[in-house]
């Protein structure tokens, strides 16, 4: 089991950055890969990047979100994190981190096992 707990998001405007945080406990936070989803009002859940266990030396990202942001981890913090720039007015939306054993589930199916509760984001145009 691992518990996930978000923090970082606001109300930012079109073009700024934001850092959203996920701080973990319970179960060794290095044999987790990592996820952070999204939602937007009226639209499903999508996956935004996914960073692999260990060392992280693998990480993906949806289309929109290459070049823009970055997902890294720091194991000795139990903290995964993600680094938005450039943030557009449709990336509002409630975000998700999500942990799972299997990098496939994050990266493939979008089906990990753990959730965090979500941390608003919000840009203003």
């Known amino acids: 089991q691992v518990q996930l707990v978000e923090s970082g998001g606001g109300l930012v405007q079109t073009g700024d950055s934001l850092r959203l945080s996920c701080a973990a406990s319970?179960?060794?936070?290095?044999?987790?890969?990592m996820g952070w989803f999204r939602q937007a009002p009226g639209k499903e859940r999508e996956f935004v990047a996914g960073i692999i266990r260990g060392s992280g030396a693998i990480q993906v990202y949806t289309d929109s979100a290459k070049g823009r942001f970055t997902i890294s981890r720091d194991n000795a913090k139990n903290t995964v994190y993600l680094q938005m720039n450039s943030l557009k007015p449709e990336e509002t939306a409630v975000y998700y981190c999500?942990?799972?054993?299997?990098?496939?589930?994050?990266?493939?199916?979008?089906?990990?096992?753990?959730w965090g509760q979500g941390t608003q984001v919000t840009v203003s145009s």
């Open positions: 319970g179960r060794a936070f290095s044999t987790y890969a």
């Open positions: 999500a942990a799972d054993a299997s990098f496939h589930r994050i990266r493939e199916l979008h089906t990990p096992d753990f």
